[in-house]
Nanobody, 131 residues
Framework: VQLEESGGGSVQSGGSLRLSCSTS????????LGWFRQPPGQKREGVAI???????VYADSVKGRFTVSQDNAKNMLYLQMDNLKLEDTAMYYC??????????????????????????WGQGTQVNVSS
């Protein structure tokens, strides 16, 4: 069982894309959900995190350009990406840290730098930004 991303594609610099991640099948009571990306040959890095309290945190490189949101009624996680840059090109993954009780999942600050703390991942969706 895993998460499922969609919405990737090719876009010119300055353009926008919205990524979606289905969390269907999981109990969305206590969690930390995140978007990560991995450029070719590089480590997976945190992009944006949201937890079950609605707290969000972003990587400095995307602040003001990317927005993470969720629709719990639809079991969906989103990443709106605006003003895309060449360096945003990467495979994007959504990950989840589900906890059995409040405050047992990672904090958003912890999660941004700790992809290994996420136990559930999607297969990824590719984003290519060209000039």
């Amino acid at each position: 069982v895993q998460l499922e991303e969609s919405g990737g594609g090719s876009v010119q610099s300055g353009g926008s894309l919205r990524l979606s991640c289905s969390t269907s099948g999981y109990s969305l009571d206590n969690y930390c959900l995140g978007w990560f990306r991995q450029p070719p040959g590089q480590k997976r890095e945190g992009v944006a995190i949201i937890d079950s309290d609605g707290t969000t945190v972003y990587a400095d490189s995307v602040k003001g350009r990317f927005t993470v949101s969720q629709d719990n009624a639809k079991n969906m996680l989103y990443l709106q990406m605006d003003n895309l840059k060449l360096e945003d090109t990467a495979m994007y993954y959504c990950g989840a840290d589900f906890a059995p009780a409040p405050n047992l999942h990672m904090t958003t600050d912890q999660a941004l730098g700790a992809p290994l703390g996420f136990g559930v991942w999607g297969q990824g969706t590719q984003v290519n930004v060209s000039s």
